[in-house]
């Protein structure tokens, strides 16, 4: 078969799984759900505008969203290698890369659904696209692109560890990467050294960049990278893909007998 076809095989497998434990997907939809609750009608209160600060944070929990799943992709190609799915799917004649692309496609489809239902959330607490339905689109395209490199990360990472313990790691660097960024807060309050690399975090462009297409509120730290925030929306998911997806495919091939 060729690798179009293995990983169309193969993206129906995974996703098959999921019509016996609905109860993953659930939590994969309910999560970011109740995050966003939480910062709209919780920690919102802190801010001097609320109401703006919902449709500002409403594109940045969008983005958060995206960085959620690295970890769950993590998670699935460690529980495939210690079940040994991976030596058997390794021993079969298909392309190797199309084992990791099926993955690949097949938790982009499930983050689909999830944001899918975020942004019904978010009509509900108050964002708007402003810009109209193709703007919108856009906003969404930008968003799985980010997402569709983040899985590489998480797969690469799932090829480099041995056990679920890396996992835990992993999940526990998700919040503060998210918070480092510009989703939640202005990296103007931060100080200098913490405001840069917030402003580089490409979290922060994809976040910027869904708030500038939909028309919605959001803070401009005056930097190269804050003021091209469409551009690099596009440049670093690309860039994340160049370097995990090679790396990645180059360590499944490699571990042979190993998880």
Known sequence: MTTLTDTRVLTGRYLAHLRHKPGQLAATVAFPVMILLIFAYLLGGMMREPGDYRVALVPGMFTMTMLFGM?????????????????????????????????????????????????AVGLLV?????RGLGAAAAAVGLLLLLRFAL????ILFGTLSR??????????????????????????TMPPV????????????????????????????????????????????LAIVA????????????????A
Do not use: K
Request: hydrophobic share 50%; glycine share 10%.
């Open 71 to 119: 970890s769950a992709t993590m998670v699935a190609v460690v529980t495939d290698a210690q079940r040994g799915i991976t030596d058997r799917f390794r021993s079969l004649p298909m392309s190797s890369a199309a084992v990791l692309l099926g993955r690949a496609t097949a938790d982009l489809l499930i983050s689909a659904i999830g944001l899918a239902v975020l942004i």
């Open 126 to 130: 108050g964002w708007r696209s402003e």
């Open 151 to 154: 899985i590489w990360v998480g």
């Open 163 to 188: 056990d679920t313990g890396a996992v835990t790691a992993v999940q526990t660097l998700e919040f503060p990467l998210g918070f480092l960024s510009g989703l939640f807060v202005d990296p103007a």
């Open 194 to 237: 913490v405001r840069e690399i917030a402003e580089w975090n490409p979290l922060s462009a994809t976040a910027a960049a869904v708030r500038e297409l939909c028309g919605n509120p959001g803070w401009t730290g005056g930097s190269w990278v804050s003021d091209h925030a469409l551009l690099m929306a596009v440049v670093w998911p």
């Open 243 to 258: 370097v995990a997806a090679p790396l990645a495919v180059r360590r499944y091939r490699r571990q042979g007998g190993t």
